[in-house]
């Protein structure tokens, strides 16, 4: 039997031959798929009689010994799961794949199907048997790696150092992208990619897998000594954590794969669509958040007087940020008392979000409801909530445990909590916080990271139908959970803690990869930066904070006349772009390191575009090559004006030119001086 599938530009043919195996046929551009073929196999000395390759949920048993779709055994008998070849059931829009050991009672589906040209892969099992199966793995999506895979991108990073990646060999032997700690981590979350020796930005083959999950992940490929090779995701259980038991269900979190034929940005094209199919449409506000003009030295007084001034730049959101609630002074106490210091706060919120309202501005509150601090009434009266439970001495992060969010009480207690926040003050958005990894990440010694992220998704899903309206953001200690499985429940990511604008130009483009720019918070900051101590002309720091969901940390009193003239002028193009930059492609013009750096954001019409520019360092050389453009069409003219953020007139004419022009042969736009930059606006003539 033979299945097909087809998205907007791909397609995916399955077949089931002889051996009983589902063999993938083809997976590549619709006009390409009359070259698709099955994988042929010669039969070498010492092999088995009938060559076996990876296929489909493939199996142990049969000469086959690469990664199986299933490692789990019968909790009882200690019996070994071994699935039958899958049968085909397949329409139109979706092909599925079921199969099952008889014997034991439980079957496996895996359903395949395309949301534009993403491919979605998703997995269940169910136990018909009378024993429980003990599952220490279980794939999401396991594919053949394709032949022209040669080298895989991979990420790295720590706390505000996100956004480091690496290209390296894919030969003979096994590479894993491992999420351990309880959530994605800074390490680039869930993703995997494949590449084509010769991929770059804009051309070669990609095939990247991302896992919709924020727990414990596993991303792995493997080519084997005969030449074959598999790409796999799947959430990450523990010894003993997933049993599953007779009668029940165990749903997998979806994979997703992207297939280019146009380098990386082609599979960041698909993964900005599907992220956007994920959350939702929203205006994006420009923000300002009070944690690094103030820390946790925040009051009523002061905070109102931060949010007249803020209005006065153009500000639309005021987020009031940790040191809000009882008896935070500090990160060593209260998490867990979500209720408004007394001290601080002595009317409650309502003055000083009366004060936001009548400057023109919404009102948004950090929170951090995963956490619990030893030192807060919280953990005083219920000290069994938390995970590793009842251990004793357990190691805290930044000062705080981790609530069990698999228990119902705590997940009442937190909904309550929030929601009534939400219920008494008009709060338009939450920054939600997740401030460290799980550990242990057990209840009475039984491993339960899983079941810790299905309750923060069924958490987030409950305060969502109550409050569909408020939009949140994730944030876990900067970039620690960027990942598709969360977007479902959140607008907004934010990218780092790292506000450094030189450092963000790396962070950004690198989550850019699979996360379209308005879903990345970019702030500016004050300079000198308060992480790294750069100063930054602000210029520069508001040109790299432009291509993404634009906000502000810096104290708006610190501000001299010329930076705040900038900021201003800033904001206000900011508000007026900012709509169709939020369905427009973000385009990565050069390579990954490049100086300048230089991006294009098209609008999805491709009536108009900004170009941005910014020259890192002194350049090696006073001749400067020319800039040339991509993504734009060649029969297009183009009229291109620069945006001065200083002096007078703020719009400059550059020209007008012809798109094949722009791409094949460029410009001269390189700002020249480190720390520089320039923004070009093209308008499509005819």
């Known amino acids: 039997m033979k299945a097909r599938l087809d998205g907007e530009t791909l397609s995916l043919i399955v077949e089931q031959g002889e051996d009983g195996c589902v063999h993938l046929v083809w997976f590549g551009p ?22 076996v390759g990876p296929v489909l949920m493939p199996e142990h048993g049969n000469g086959f010994h690469g990664i199986p779709q299933i490692e789990a055994h019968c909790v009882s008998s200690n019996r070994r799961i071994q699935l039958a070849s899958p049968d085909i059931q397949a329409d139109s829009d979706l092909i599925c794949l079921v199969s099952a050991d008889k014997s034991a009672g439980l079957s496996v589906q895996c359903e395949i199907r395309f949301e534009g040209d993403a491919l979605i892969v998703e997995t269940n099992a169910v136990n018909g048997g009378s024993e429980p199966v003990c599952i220490a793995r279980l794939a999401s999506a396991l594919l053949p790696a394709p032949d022209w895979a040669k080298e895989l991108l991979t990420h790295a990073g720590a706390w505000g150092r996100e956004g480091h990646v690496a290209r390296r060999a894919f030969e003979t032997g096994r590479i894993e992208q491992l999420g351990r700690g309880g959530r994605p981590g800074f390490d680039g979350g869930p993703t995997l990619t494949l ?5 770059s930005e804009h051309s070669g083959k990609a095939l990247t897998a991302h896992l919709a999950w924020s727990g414990p992940f596993r991303l792995a490929v493997e080519r084997a000594v005969d030449g074959t090779g598999q790409i796999l995701a799947e959430q990450l259980f523990a010894p003993g954590e997933c049993i599953l038991e007779p009668g029940k269900r165990l749903n997998l979190p979806p994979a997703i794969l992207a297939l280019s034929h146009s380098g990386l940005q082609g599979f960041s094209d698909i993964f900005h669509q599907e992220f956007r199919r994920r959350s939702r449409s929203i205006k994006r506000r420009v923000h300002f958040n009070t944690w690094e003009a103030r820390y946790f030295e925040v009051n009523e007084a002061d905070c109102i007087e931060l949010a007249q001034q803020a209005a006065e730049l ?11 609630f009882k008896g935070r002074n500090d990160d060593t106490t209260s998490l867990g008392d979500w209720v408004v210091d007394e001290e601080k706060f002595p009317n409650g919120l309502g003055p000083l979000i009366d004060a936001v309202d009548a400057a023109g501005m919404d009102f948004g509150l950090w929170v951090e409801p995963e956490m619990v601090s030893p030192n807060s009434d919280l953990y005083r009266a219920h000290p069994d909530w938390v995970l590793g439970y009842p251990e004793a001495d357990l190691p805290t992060g930044r000062n705080q445990l981790v609530l069990d969010l698999a228990l119902p009480e705590v997940q009442n207690f937190l909904f309550s909590s929030i929601s009534g926040l939400l219920d008494r003050w008009p709060i338009a958005y939450l920054k939600w916080d997740c401030n460290r990894d799980l550990y242990p990440a057990t209840r009475d010694g039984v491993a339960r990271a899983g079941l810790q992220t299905d309750g ?24 620690g959970r960027i990942d598709a499985g969360i977007a479902r429940f959140t607008q907004r990511f934010w990218t780092s ?13 690198a989550a850019s990869l699979i996360v379209p720019p308005e879903m990345l918070g970019a702030h500016i900051s004050p300079s000198p930066n308060p992480m790294t101590g750069r100063q930054v002309p602000m210029t ?11 906000g502000l940390e810096a104290d708006p009193a610190k501000l001299g006349g010329q930076d705040r003239a900038v900021l201003m002028r800033a904001i206000d193009l900011y508000k007026r772009h900012r709509d169709w930059m939020s369905e427009g492609r973000l385009v990565r013009v050069g390579e990954a390191g490049d100086d300048p750096d230089v991006k294009i954001l098209v609008s999805e019409m491709g009536d108009q575009a900004l170009l941005r520019i910014l020259r890192l360092n002194t350049p090696e050389r006073p001749l400067q090559p020319r800039t040339l453009l991509a993504r734009l069409e060649s029969a297009a003219q183009y009229e291109l004006n620069e945006i001065a953020f200083e002096g007078e007139p703020d719009l400059w004419p550059v020209g007008q030119f012809s ?27 005819t």
């Open 314 to 324: 153009g500000i639309e959101r005021f987020v009031l940020d940790d040191g809000w």
């Open 456 to 479: 923060l998704y069924a958490l987030l899903d409950r305060l969502r139908d109550a409050h569909p309206d408020v939009e949140i953001e994730s944030c876990a200690s900067g970039g």
């Open 659 to 685: 798109g094949a022009g722009l791409m094949a042969e460029g410009l001269s736009l390189d700002p020249g001086k480190a720390l520089t930059g320039r923004l070009i606006h093209l308008k499509r003539i």
């Open 497 to 509: 803690d790292a506000t450094d604008a030189i450092d963000r130009i790396r962070i950004q483009r």
């Open 30 to 51: 619709k006009e390409l798929e009359h070259m698709a073929s099955a994988p042929a196999f010669q039969r070498l000395p010492a092999s088995p009689d009938v060559p």
């Open 540 to 550: 520069f720091r508001v040109l790299t904070a432009f291509f993404g969901h634009l």
């Open 195 to 199: 590449l084509d020796s010769r991929t």
